[in-house]
């Protein structure tokens, strides 16, 4: 009994250490070159530091596209999910080239949740 509590606790809190480290990965594989977590960070692509609930284009001390500045969009959940996917369609001249999208959907939620997180 006393064993199969161990296991089930250091399961329960192993459980958000893989999560964050998956998350990091995938955040380090498709986004790192241009963004970073780091707040004020901003390189190529703006720090993404508190970027839930941030509207689109209002990172202070970067240079955003007018069509990013314009969008008007607030990012949540849906909002990131549509953006990673193909950034193209959903803020028509933005300037993430040559980035294109993620087309998986779980890839995609790895790194949503990660942003959400905080990193």
């Not at 390189?43 to 530091?49: D, E, H, I, N, T």
């Not at 509207?55 to 008007?72: D, E, L, R, T, V």
Request: charged share 20%; glycine share 10%.
């Amino acid at each position: 009994m006393m064993r199969s509590l161990v296991a089930l606790l250091l399961a329960a809190t192993a459980a958000p250490a893989f999560a964050q480290n998956e998350g990091q990965t995938a955040f380090n594989t498709n986004c790192r070159m241009c963004h970073t977590m780091k707040e004020d960070d901003n390189r190529q692509g703006p720090s993404l530091a508190g970027v839930f609930g941030r509207k689109a284009g209002s990172q202070p001390g970067f240079n955003y596209s007018p069509s990013m500045k314009q969008s008007g969009i607030i990012w949540d959940e849906a909002n990131l999910d549509k953006f990673i996917a193909n950034p193209e369609q959903v803020v028509n001249g933005n300037t993430m080239k040559p980035y294109g999208g993620i087309s998986d959907a779980a890839q995609r939620k790895v790194i949503v949740d990660f942003l959400k997180s905080g990193g």
